[in-house]
Structure formats: C-alpha cells, structure tokens
C-alpha cells in the first residue's frame, strides 16, 4: 500500500509557474513510476508526465513538454512537477499516481496506476 499527498498548487498569473509535490508514504517509493494527471470538472483524468523509478526515463503529455519538467528524489519519497509558462488551460486538479508502467503507452494510461493522491488545484488566470 502507498498513500500519495500532493501539495504546491494555487492561483498563478498566465506566465507564471508552480511547483507541485506528492509525498508518498513507506519505504519502497522507488519501486514505483510516478505520474501526474489533470482532470476538470466533466471530463476524465488526462495524462501530464511520468517518470521512471529510477528517474532515468521520462515522459511528457505533449501539450506541456518544454514548461513542465517532472523530477523525483527517492531519498525524500517525493516526485515534483515543475510547471513554467502556465497558460489558463492548465487549470485542473493535478494527481499524482504510483503504478509499475512499461511503455510509454502504458504511462500515459491511469489504468497502469495503482495508488493515487487526494489531488492539488491549480489556476491560472488570464
């Protein structure tokens, strides 16, 4: 079992960045991947990022590849997204996930996640 908590969201200006968190509990973070998704009201889980349990291999949503960057540090149990040039539409609710992924079709899938955090808003105004 993983227990996942996301923080670091809020109001930011268009242009503007944020920098989330997910802490996870235990001690057997590393032997996960770790994504992040985004969901608005109506609509489904959308893939955001991923990364490997080694943090060698990474995967963007190509809607965000060039500001977000997703990162982890095992040692703290903790992956970030680091989100720069926030645009309006990126305001949603960012979840992050813990699943064992293989592909990079299997990432981007939230089927391939197991453990899910309570989930972190962000707004972006124009």
């Known amino acids: 079992q993983v227990q996942l908590v996301e923080s670091g969201g809020g109001l930011v200006q268009a242009g503007g960045s944020l920098r989330l968190s997910c802490a996870a509990s235990?001690?057997?973070?590393?032997?996960?991947?770790m994504g992040w998704f985004r969901q608005t009201p109506g609509k489904e889980r959308g893939f955001v990022a991923a990364?490997?349990?080694?943090?060698?291999?990474?995967y963007y949503a190509h809607y965000v590849k060039g500001r977000f960057t997703i990162s982890r540090d095992n040692a703290k149990n903790t992956v970030y997204l680091q989100m720069n040039s926030l645009k309006p539409e990126d305001t949603a609710v960012y979840y992050c996930a813990a699943g064992n992924p293989h592909t990079f079709e299997g990432a981007i899938s939230d089927r391939a996640y197991n453990y899910w955090g309570q989930g972190t808003q962000v707004t972006v105004s124009s």
């Open positions: 990364i490997s349990w080694s943090g060698s291999s990474t």
């Open positions: 235990g001690r057997t973070f590393s032997s996960y991947a």
